[in-house]
């Protein structure tokens, strides 16, 4: 038991250096990356969290042998998280750079990035035909995801609370479904990307102003790494 706990404590101080460590980009002829998080790269941010993670979860799998389960759980966990963290690192500075100025918000969320486009460039008041000042932004996009190709594509499409709530669906998934046919007509591979109608579910607003309504009728791009892909870290 105590030897156990000895492991259990080692790999917990795997998962903190898989964190901490400062290895060459792999990705560095894919766009310039950014370190906001107050000298610790998101990369190493998330390395970390996902090698202790896998700590935690290779501990909780073998019963009996929790201190080595630990260890490598958090050798394999923190490996994968790190390597995708490089990726989405260089993938997240290049999206800043090209929605910038276009209305297009761009967030980072763990291994997540998602993209908000407001509904004031999207489209029109209960219409999924694109607007001529949507295209821009998805022109760029479009350049991005043909660069960047390692990640899966996820649209959904929102809409306000006015009206039925089954035409609030359907007009959702018509406009995500818009996006997608467009973006794939511009060369990205149409095996990364689904599409999702979420009608007036989940508002980042209140609908019960204009200004409200018009964020709320939004499409969002979630850009997720590719299940059992693996990542180089270096």
């Known amino acids: 038991m105590f030897t156990s706990r000895r492991l259990i404590i080692a790999a917990t101080a795997v998962a903190l250096l898989s964190g901490c460590a400062t290895q060459q980009n792999p990705y560095d002829n894919q766009g310039q990356a950014q370190n906001t ?37 958090a050798a394999v966990a923190g490996a994968a998280s790190a390597g995708y963290g490089y990726y989405a690192d260089k993938q997240e500075a290049a999206l800043r750079e090209s929605m910038a100025n276009t209305g297009v ?20 008041t209960d219409s999924s035909a694109i607007s001529s000042s949507f295209y821009s932004p998805l022109n760029n996009l479009a350049s991005s995801f043909k660069q960047f190709n390692e990640n899966t594509i996820e649209i959904v ?35 990364r990307v689904s ?21 709320n009728r939004r499409v969002e791009v979630n850009l997720k790494p590719i299940p059992g892909q693996q990542y180089p870290q270096q």
Not at 159 to 178: E, F, I, P, Y
Not at 196 to 204: L, S, Y
């Open 105 to 124: 918000e761009v967030q980072r969320q763990g291994d997540q990035i998602k993209l908000i486009m407001p509904g004031n460039i999207t489209f029109a």
């Open 157 to 191: 499409g929102y809409t306000d609370s006015t009206g039925a709530r089954q035409h609030n669906m359907d007009l959702s998934l018509q406009r995500a479904q818009a996006v997608s046919t467009y973006l794939t007509s511009q060369g990205v591979d149409a095996t």
């Open 195 to 215: 599409v999702r109608g979420a009608g007036p579910d989940q508002p980042i607003a209140s609908n019960a102003d204009a200004n409200g309504r018009a964020q």
């Open 37 to 73: 998080s107050g000298g610790m790269s998101k990369t190493a941010k998330y390395g970390g969290i996902g090698a202790l993670a896998g700590a935690l979860a290779g501990a909780a799998i073998d019963h009996n042998h929790r201190g080595k389960g630990a260890l490598i759980g």
